[in-house]
């Protein structure tokens, strides 16, 4: 088999043509999005959302409703959880935060491992790109492109924010709604890309690209178109791994994403010479 | 926060002003106006106050107390070490942030923004380093750069937090002469120092140490009581055979400050 056969051979299953599908659009966007995620250190915040919307996910699939439905019911409820849990100067935001998820964790294992429930947990946990349904496709397309017109134009204040706070607060902006803006975004992100990751994985589509690329571009925008195709390629390579090793596609997926961003942050970065002092 | 309209001829004001982080303000007991076009050196011990008073009236922290004003929206150059140097962005990327306080942020920089950028950085003398990213300019040339920004606000109050901080005497001498412009084509500046012998080149000198020490001319605010009342054991007497000359202890890798006692 020649080799450009054997690379388009996934496009011939159904299956496998909406699981790159899947990847791509919901790549395309977390890969762009990520930048701002890691550049506010926001990084945290973005895991505890997407594990803590669990009980949420498990709630729908028990229910037989959409699993987008659960998992921006379970993302909006964690949100509020952890900014609760959050707030306690006793113990510090990271330990009240681990201690919510942990029980938000807890809790969805709970219900999924319930006698009466269908065998979907390890699906809700990994993903499953391979099971996408057409509405499922849809809200990644709008993602992509309600998401992508959100960062573009966000994308001076998100800069001015990152790069001084005070300095963007005494232009007339106000950093505390950018950076809730941003949490919306992430929150939108997680809820639609969980489907295809799972609550455990769909973390690599968001961080993994900017750590792939940040030391070899010169603009936000550079990181943020970077981000996207990098997520994109990874994303495909999972696929195509899944298809010819057999081997799980929302791992698959996660594990090349992760590849990719251990190859360029090692590799040599793009920078001139420091200037004298 | 900081408003518009309603100031008269007042460019800045602080009225019975208190603010700080948590339960306990940092800083207390500020009043004080400055009329536009007035300049004002900002003095005081690190923790004393100056940034917390500035965070104030650029509008990023709400007073505990009391009420400042400030007449339109002023441009704030910030310290360079508060700024994220790691960011992807270049000097003309900066410059072009001041370009926000007009509005339309959903929109790319236009042609204008991006003329009234350049014409900054090369007030600045930043013109042939307007593609060097942020991070890989020198102390000096980054804070050049911030300035430039403030300059594209084109704001009737420019508010500068320790300017010279850590400056090359180059870009002093140059931050210095686009002072002189600013101030000469009405604009009112207030900024924060450690260096007590500059601050007699301003119209006004505040003192603050937690709470405002003194408001005034420098004739009358530059003396030995007040000095010491405004920086405590940070100020060191030297008698070294000539006239008796105070040393303020800076930190931030600052130069130490002279001033003759009083």
């Known amino acids: ?277 | 926060m900081t408003g518009g309209g309603g100031t008269g001829a007042v460019a800045v004001l602080a009225d019975g002003l208190a603010a700080g982080y948590g339960a306990e303000p940092v800083l207390r007991d500020v009043s004080f106006a400055v009329a536009p076009g007035r300049s004002v050196c900002v003095l005081g011990p690190n923790g004393g106050g100056k940034t917390t008073l500035f965070r104030v009236l650029i509008g990023e922290l709400r007073p505990a107390a009391g009420r400042a004003r400030v007449a339109g929206r002023p441009a704030y150059v910030a310290q360079t070490e508060r700024t994220r140097l790691d960011f992807p962005v270049s000097a003309r990327d900066v410059a072009l942030m001041g370009a926000l306080a007009r509005g339309r942020w959903w929109l790319p920089a236009g042609r204008q923004e991006r003329a009234a950028a350049d014409a900054a950085l090369e007030r600045v003398g930043l013109a042939a380093e307007g593609d060097v990213r942020f991070g890989e300019l020198s102390g000096g040339q980054r804070q050049r750069a911030l300035l430039a920004r403030a300059l594209v606000q084109d704001a009737a109050v420019l508010i500068l937090d320790e300017p010279l901080a850590g400056v090359d005497p180059a870009s002093a001498a140059l931050i210095g002469d686009v002072f002189d412009e600013l101030r000469a084509a009405g604009r009112t500046v207030l900024v924060s120092s450690h260096d007590v012998e500059s601050a007699r080149g301003f119209d006004r000198v505040l003192c603050l140490h937690g709470r405002q020490v003194a408001f005034g001319p420098p004739a009358e605010v530059l003396d030995r009581e007040t000095l010491e009342a405004t920086y405590g054991r940070e100020m060191i007497v030297l008698r070294d055979g000539g006239p008796a000359r105070a040393v303020t202890v800076q930190h931030h890798d600052h130069a130490h400050g002279e001033h003759e006692g009083a």
């Open chain 1, 1 to 277: 088999m020649e080799p450009f056969d054997w690379l388009l051979e996934p496009l011939r299953s159904g299956i496998d043509r909406r699981a790159l599908l899947e990847v791509a659009l919901v790549g395309g966007f977390c890969g762009a999005l990520g930048f701002w995620i890691v550049t506010e250190r926001l990084t945290y915040a973005a895991e505890s959302l997407s594990h803590g919307l669990l009980p949420g996910l498990v709630l729908a699939a028990l229910a037989g409703a959409p699993l987008l439905l659960g998992a921006a019911g379970g993302a909006v409820a964690a949100a509020v959880l952890l900014a609760l849990a959050g707030r306690d100067e006793r113990i510090g935001p990271d330990t009240g935060t681990a201690v919510a998820v942990t029980g938000l964790v807890g809790l969805g294992a709970l219900l999924a491992l319930e006698p009466d429930a269908p065998p979907r947990l390890e699906e809700l946990l990994f993903g499953d790109p391979l099971g996408v349904s057409d509405g499922d496709l849809a809200a990644a397309a709008a993602l992509l492109v309600a998401g992508g017109a959100a960062l573009a134009a966000l994308h001076r204040p998100l800069a001015a924010v990152a790069f001084d706070p005070p300095g963007a607060a005494a232009a007339g902006l106000r950093p505390a709604l950018v950076r809730i803006a941003l949490l919306v975004l992430l929150a939108s992100a997680i809820a639609v890309a969980v489907r295809g990751l799972g609550a455990l994985l769909v973390l690599a589509a968001l961080v993994a690209p900017p750590v792939a690329v940040r030391r070899h571009v010169r603009t936000p925008a550079g990181a943020m178109v970077g981000g996207g195709a990098l997520a994109v390629a990874a994303g495909l390579t999972g696929i195509e791994l899944s298809f010819h090793a057999g081997t799980a596609a929302g791992a698959s997926v996660a594990l090349a994403l992760c590849a990719a961003a251990a190859v360029g942050a090692v590799g040599r970065r793009s920078r001139r010479s420091p200037r004298p002092h």
